[in-house]
């Protein structure tokens, strides 16, 4: 088994992740409302010191505040399945401010029923 996690930082791809993930038949995923540091920073007490005043030039001010979804999925066929439906919606979030998608792996779950 494994965790996906994707940060979305483009969270108008929500609604069409969630309905590709249902249609290869990813069971359910939790949506938390997230902020990366650099955003966090760039919106801090105003105080600049030189380092985080160049950090505030390099984050994307379009997308100050994201999305982060995560799914447990039992099989490695689902897995990929499930990351190259995203990609094909949200691109390869290969540039900066796209995003970030990792895999976990996951020995113990409790809450999650069981398939039959």
């Known amino acids: 088994m494994h ?4 940060v979305l930082n483009k969270a108008d791809h ?7 993930l249902m249609e290869i038949g990813v069971k359910g995923a939790t949506i ?10 760039m919106v801090g007490d105003g105080e600049d010191s030189s380092f985080f005043g160049t950090l505030k030039s390099s984050f994307d001010r ?9 799914t447990v999925i039992e099989s490695e066929e689902l897995l990929h399945q499930a990351m190259n439906k995203i990609k094909k919606v949200a691109g390869d979030l290969s ?3 796209e995003g970030l998608m990792f895999v976990l792996p996951v020995s113990h779950v409790m809450g999650l029923a069981a398939n039959k």
């Open 95 to 97: 540039q900066p401010g």
């Open 62 to 70: 379009e997308h100050p505040y994201n999305k982060t979804i995560f």
């Open 14 to 20: 929500l609604e069409d992740i969630l309905n590709g």
């Open 32 to 41: 938390l409302d997230s902020q990366g540091m650099g955003s966090a920073i």
């Open 3 to 6: 965790t996906l996690v994707l």
